[in-house]
């Protein structure tokens, strides 16, 4: 999918000429909320604990073109540098103390889109309300032992476009992204620690949920050529 959202962004300029249409490159900042891995606890617990995604700003960028006075072609890659919550004793606390104090990179959770999508403007032009939807991939990186994936996504979003000038907007956002990540390997963490349970293997196995759903509201400068 990467591959197809690079051709596209070369092609863009060719688009753009072919359909008298404006490019508008929007660098976008925003708050990102959602999604969870699930925690098997066999070494201090004995629980099963679905641990969030804190709720973390995010970054990024959306590449357009107008295929007709309503209708963009858009490009998107938008990350999020978050974490897990640790409010549940599992990565450090007692009596689960096997991560040192202070020790918080194994909470590490980075979440990246890459979507070609399109963007429908309410009225025929570049400013005022607009809904998007998109599709693409999801790369996910855990600093925990679950392993780095990439996952098909897609995303469903509303906002508007405040205009400045001719050349430039103020764009608003709110969009939903859905994940899945089902049937995905998990990873087991072994422990030799003397406050494990009585009987358990002593053990933490890491899975991810069937799907990852987060919500984002993020604003942006637009640039129109």
Not at 205 to 223: A, F, M, P
């Amino acid at each position: 999918m990467r591959r197809l959202i690079v051709a596209t962004v070369l092609l863009l300029p060719s688009l753009a000429v072919a359909q008298q249409g404006a490019v508008e490159i929007t660098p976008m900042v925003g708050l990102r909320r959602g999604g969870e891995i699930i925690v098997e606890d066999r070494a201090f617990q004995n629980r099963n604990v679905n641990v969030d995604l804190a709720t973390e700003g995010s970054f990024g960028v959306r590449l357009g073109v107008g295929l007709s006075s309503r209708l963009q072609l858009e490009i998107m890659a938008d990350r999020q540098n978050g974490r897990m919550k640790d409010n549940k004793g599992l990565f450090g606390e007692q009596p689960g103390g096997f991560v040192p104090i202070l020790s918080t990179e194994i909470l590490d959770f980075k979440v990246t889109y890459y979507h070609l999508g399109v963007l429908w403007h309410f009225k025929p032009a570049p400013n005022g309300w607009y809904v998007v939807i998109s599709a693409g991939d999801t790369q996910i990186e855990p600093k925990s032992p679950l392993q780095s994936v990439d996952r098909f996504s897609a995303s469903l979003g509303a906002g508007v476009k405040v205009e400045l000038d001719e050349h430039s907007s103020l764009r608003f956002e709110a969009r939903y992204f859905r994940t899945n990540t089902g049937n995905l390997p998990g990873a087991v963490q072994q422990f030799d620690h003397r406050d494990c349970y009585q009987g358990g293997p002593c053990t933490y196995t890491y899975r991810y949920s069937d799907t990852l759903e987060q919500g984002q509201l993020s604003v942006g400068y637009v640039i129109r050529f």
